[in-house]
């Protein structure tokens, strides 16, 4: 691609916009940024980029350009957008520019749940096998400064969101990784087929050389590269879980009780991680030993400590209906689940069969806590506590030898928190002060 003395326009003042604004410079551009907002920031940015802060549909019509580059967190198919794109010889994605300017290997992450987690593994197998790497995209850094790093690595573990996803034509991902799918993002999309479609994007210019990891009972319809499938359940799939093994065709790979990766759910993000790497030609032994020190990202699922014989698991990033199930669905020991927080509207009911099949008590706290009483009671033994101390100190009582204690919200909680990471570290400081 060649955009020296073209007209580059980037929308987004944030990281991912300045990312791809100094990356269209570094390559001979005249580069103007805009952005909505009047007292939008424009740091990090080389002096030569043009800035415009306040932009309006009025701006974007009045602008013409060659290349329109805009960032993943404006809608695509807003009027903001539309308005500078009926000028413009070609719309694209931050994510898109970069991948045309990235020579090393790429391997692609997407998935409505467990996508970061998934990536920070890919990032630290494929670097502790000698292929230099790093996580991008949707988690760590745009992609766009890692071409503009002094040394660039010789791959990337790139987290895509559907939004991302969406204004991508050339990118080429030699190992793409489909971890699940579920209803999300409904307030961007008209119908969940049009947030399905943006997500396959991941496979596009995909050939027969290249490799796609997908979760087994995922319908995707055809795909070009060569299939492998996982799942923590059964064993008709290329990886599959044994226990605490995780097979492949039949033969151990990797050992998950001697790592501090706990549920099914990461159990599954580990075999997707170990598939795409090995498609790259790293061997399993390295694979797991990279993995041997390795926890969870903190607040999905990350273990707290063992007290007791009980296990306390910290999932305050659930903060959606999705996220609790996946959680719960997740667990192989009985289930004393702490759940609550802000009141979001959400509707919870689907969520029943999921109870009444993992947990054994729910304590629910916050200001939704009186909604959940009602509904999970149904099903499970439900106690309705105003704090998240109240809730620690009840799932003590409630747990067994042998069972799980686990904060999945499965909802925000700027109800009593400043964001879930306070949440969760306010749960992390409780468990441990435990006796």
Known sequence: MIIEGK????????????????????????????????AASFDGLDPRIKVHSGASDVVGRATQSDLLVISPGIDTYGAFVKAFAEN?????????????????????????????????????????????????????????????????????????????????????????????????????????????????NVFI???????????????????????????SKGQ???YYLDGDRIMFRGEQIFDLSQTRMRGLHNAEN??????????????????????????????????????????????????NLHALDSALRSQTRPVVLIAGGKEKGLVYDELLVRLEEKVHSAIVFGEISSALEQLFSKVVPTTCVETLDEAVALAQKYAYAGDVVLLSPGTSSFDQFSGYEARGDHFRKLVHALK
């Open 236 to 238: 008709k799939t290329d």
């Open 270 to 319: 580990v075999m997707a991680a170990v598939a795409a790497t090995h498609s790259l030609g790293v061997r399993f032994s390295k694979a797991e030993e990279a993995l041997a020190g390795f926890a969870p990202p903190l607040h999905r699922c990350e273990l707290i400590r063992t007290l007791d014989g009980v296990e306390y698991l910290n999932d305050s990033k659930a903060t």
């Open 88 to 200: 413009t010889s070609e719309l694209i994605g931050e994510t898109e520019l970069a991948a045309r300017y990235f020579d090393g290997k790429i391997v692609g992450i997407t998935g409505t749940n467990g996508k970061t987690t998934t990536t920070e593994l890919v990032e630290r197998i494929l670097n502790h096998s000698g292929l230099s790497c790093v996580a991008c995209g949707n988690y760590g850094v745009p992609f766009s400064e890692i071409l503009l790093m002094e040394d660039v690595p010789d791959s990337v573990a790139l987290e895509l969101s559907s939004f991302q996803l969406e204004t991508v034509s050339k990118l080429h991902v030699h190992a793409a990784i489909w971890l699940n799918f579920s209803a999300d993002h409904m307030d961007r999309y008209s119908s969940i087929d049009d947030y399905f479609r943006a997500k396959l």
């Open 205 to 231: 210019n995909q050939t027969e050389e290249d490799t796609a990891v997908v979760r087994a009972g995922e319908e995707l319809g055809g795909l070009v590269a060569q299939h492998v499938s996982f799942a």
């Open 7 to 38: 007209h580059v326009v980037v929308l987004g003042a944030g990281r991912s916009g300045r990312a791809a604004a100094n990356l269209a410079l570094s390559k001979g551009a005249h580069v103007r940024l805009f952005d909505a907002n009047p």
